[in-house]
């Protein structure tokens, strides 16, 4: 079984500094991950995803993630928050040959001016 | 404009009532789906669908049922029989045969039955 666990509900950070979202994936196989953004009343839009290759996957908006199989973690990060990057962040894991995808209950960002 | 198509945005019923939520994709994506988001639960996979003419229950299918008669429409209806239908609906549509399988998302049905 699959599953993804995001570390903090709600987190807020000042505009300007570092944003670091955590994300802990369980996986018997090697999984494919993902992050997603949500907008208010939006529905969801894919950042970045990790299949196989280089472990720093670079997506839209300035935000990065490291896969780091040791630590079964998948943080998102980007160096220099900005207003327009308060929304909520979801986390997602499949594994191989499965067509369901595993979400995280959520992080909401918050950026304070 | 290549997409997901979700309608309407929000959509107000009668408890008892059924009610049908639809959505459209021209992404000439072969797998579609259909979540359920309420607060602080993150999303939940009520069906999907890998071809047309099958779909599969996911972790909350009870009171929901769906159809898949056309490659690009995936309409769910939420049923009399759902306790606590009030919710945000999202559907996604991917192509499972390339690599990841990212789902692309709608804009989401806002239902409330009151």
């Known amino acids: 079984a699959q599953s993804v666990t995001q570390l903090g509900s709600h987190v807020s950070v000042s505009e300007g500094a570092l944003v670091l979202l955590r994300c802990n994936y369980s996986?018997?196989?090697?999984?494919?991950l993902f992050w997603y953004v949500q907008y208010p009343n939006q529905g969801l839009q894919l950042l970045l995803k990790?299949?196989?290759?280089?472990?720093l996957v670079k997506g839209i908006n300035g935000f990065e993630a490291e896969f780091k199989k040791s630590e079964t973690s998948f943080h998102l990060t980007k160096p220099s928050a900005h207003m327009s990057d308060a929304a909520e962040y979801f986390c997602?894991?499949?594994?191989?040959?499965?067509?369901?995808?595993?979400f995280g209950i959520g992080t909401k960002l918050q950026v304070i001016p | 404009d290549g997409g997901i198509t979700q309608s309407p945005k929000y959509l107000f019923r009668k408890e008892g009532q059924n009610v049908t939520l639809s959505c459209e994709q021209n992404?000439?994506?072969?797998?579609m789906y259909w979540y359920r988001q309420d607060p602080g639960q993150g999303l939940r996979l009520i069906y999907y669908?890998?071809?047309?003419?099958?779909?599969q229950k996911g972790d909350i299918a009870e009171g929901y049922s769906v159809s898949r008669e056309k490659k690009e429409s995936f309409p769910l209806t939420v049923t009399s029989a759902q306790k606590n239908p009030t919710a945000f609906y999202l559907c996604?549509?991917?192509?499972?045969?390339?690599?990841?399988?990212?789902?692309?998302f709608g804009p989401g049905t806002r239902l409330t039955v009151t």
């Open positions: 996604a549509s991917s192509n499972p045969g390339t690599g990841g399988n990212e789902q692309y």
């Open positions: 992404l000439n994506h072969d797998a």
């Open positions: 990790y299949t196989t290759g280089a472990t």
């Open positions: 997602a894991v499949i594994t191989g040959g499965y067509q369901k995808v595993t």
């Open positions: 669908s890998q071809i047309v003419n099958d779909f």
């Open positions: 996986s018997s196989v090697p999984p494919y």
